[in-house]
């Protein structure tokens, strides 16, 4: 019984580990896009992308068919969703003209090509509010360098 | 049209380079992900016998106790008059 629980626990650990070798690459680019680090230097993304994986394994043997990329990924986003609060100013990278609910919206959507309706299931939110928090990032994104500073009228977060 | 040419180029934005996943996050999740699964089913298992706990409980009680037995009337209507 116990030699049989330590093989299977021996299993989980292998396939967990050879999903995160296919994984963890572009989790990590997700996560760096939405903390808005440089790529080279991002604890933010990291720690996110550990605790991210680590509930993803924790439900492992409950995946039931569902696919652990979705389920790493749905973690990270209610997590960043959940996190991010705190700290929404850009950091630099690529989307930090954008606050954190419209970075989650356009790196879930353009980034990795998740559909409207289960973007709108992910974040709790509306598909048309989905649909016009894209369309006006994409506008902030493309209108060329503005000048910082220019948060949007949704993310009126109380600063901490 | 200039819409899907907008979206295209923050696609392109987005599709930077990834940066390098440090070694350690796999077996740190392993280690965290192992306990916190541990955790979880032993809550599970916990709940578990508190609800079959609580059924023997209600089980036995209503076997000894029979609540929907009616007692037996204590007052009598006053017998008079016969």
Redesign the interface.
Known sequence: MRQRQARQ?ARR?RE??SF??GA???L??AA??LTTEP??A?PR??RL??AA?????????RLRGEDPYDRARQELAARFARTAWRAHRGRGG??SALGPRERLV??LR??EGVAEEQTAALLGLPVERVRSIC?R???T??SGPRTSGGASPTMTVAPS | MT?ER??D???R??????????PE??A???R???R??RR?ALARRLLWLVVCAGLVVFVVWAAVEQPWVLPPAETTPPLDGW
């Open positions: 626990q650990a967990f580990e995160v070798a963890a690459g572009r990590l680019h760096t896009l790529p080279d991002n993304a990291r992308l550990t994986l680590t509930r993803t394994y924790a439900h492992w043997d690529v989307l356009v790196v353009l980034g369309a990032s994409v506008a994104l493309t | 819409r907008k979206e180029r923050v696609r934005l987005l599709d930077g380079p990834w940066p390098a996943v440090p996050v796999c740190e999740a392993l965290r992900g192992a916190q699964g979880r």
